[in-house]
């Protein structure tokens, strides 16, 4: 396999030859708007990509997930693939962008930054050459291909952006060339997949772990294997292809990719303790005031809003209005990063699509104590619940699906 990288370490890679070819084709939880686009730029005649040798998919092999809040151990890839369970191991790094302009390839200007603003993007940076066997055979061109400062774009991001290969992504600290378009599975449900290094910009990066085991029954092995290495009481997560839409960080909700495409793109900028200023287009389009059963009045996005309604409508239908207590209504617009961390990722809040509920007895990282019959309510009109994450969120219901 390639030089391995970690973290911030740069890495080079030339003509490596990789074993083990499986693809990765993770079922969506929404379906890509288009699914169109999937032409990559190729590299020129003089500077051949790398190539990977296919060899016979092992019977019942099987593609995993592995992260870890607070991060995984920094050897994880190589004590995973020293195991004779693992067939291979990549490390994904993800983090976030500003763009303050996207540049088309006939110089045409869009998403222009309005003042100090700029608009959130959630980026992974890969190795490619490690990479490729976990993407399918006819996007495995384009990831060879990357090269420091160039991207490939997500199937669904072309949408938004309104272009694709040969544009040029203006971010606040470089300039990023769009060499090709791949599914949203291929770029884990990121927006942007780069060549290493990461970064130096990221305040946060979060890694993970994708693998191919040869058997079904080695997962067990995995799990033990990283309960050895992980710090004493850190928690982490393996998941298989086809127990999450996407195999990424933090699989529990969907990408920002897919809340971008039902709720909209705004553009913001960090308060620096935690909090967003949004853009007040944005809001005034989006962010209304409703009334709803039991919690009264609510500040949400505008779409999510009949859902809401709807589940509420349930809940009181079946005499179990009680099971709310409205005095412990933690709101559902609230513009901030998660866990209120300015170098962290973005809290859908900052959407109107989560809604907190009996917050007094669900806090975050507690254990979840709110009535099943309720979380099966709202998981039906199509929220997922916080109480099933990796660290417990009892409180927080989210939009996640159209019922």
Known sequence: MSRRWFGHLAAAFVGAVVAGVLVLGVAEAVRPADGAGRAAVPAPAHTPPPTVKTQAVHAGSKLLLAWSTGGLPLETEQVLESMPQVVDATTVSAGLDWLQTTIGPQGTRRDESR??????????????????????????????????????????????????????????????????????????????????????????????????????SDRIAVERKLSAIVEPGQRFRVRAKGETPYLRYGDAVLPQLLIKRTFGEYQARSLGDGTLAIEQDWTARN???????????????????????????????????????????????????????????????????????NVAENAFGTRPDQDRRLVEIMEDHGFTWGGRWLVPDGMHFEWVRFP
């Not at 160039?150 to 290969?165: D, F, K, V």
């Open 115 to 216: 003042g100090d603003l700029a608009t959130p993007i959630e980026s992974a940076v890969i190795d490619p050459v490690d990479y490729a066997p976990f993407v399918p055979a006819t996007e495995r061109e384009a990831v060879l291909s990357l090269k420091p400062g160039q991207a490939l774009m997500a199937a669904t991001e072309t949408t938004i952006r309104g272009s694709g290969a040969g544009s040029t992504l203006v971010l606040r600290e470089r300039d990023i060339d769009v060499t090709g378009v791949v599914s949203d599975t291929s770029t884990s449900g990121y927006e942007l997949l780069m060549a290493a290094p990461v970064p130096a910009s990221w305040q946060r990066v979060d890694h993970f772990v994708l693998m191919h085991l040869r058997h079904r």
């Open 287 to 357: 962010i209304v005031h409703a009334k709803v059963p039991i919690l009264d009045e609510v500040l949400c996005h505008r779409v999510m809003i009949p859902q809401l309604r709807d589940a509420l409508e349930e809940v009181q239908r079946r005499g179990l209005g009680f099971l709310i207590n409205p005095s412990q209504f933690g709101g559902c617009f609230g513009p901030r990063f998660i866990d209120r961390n300015p170098a962290g990722r973005l809290s859908h809040h900052s959407w109107g699509i989560g809604i907190d509920i």
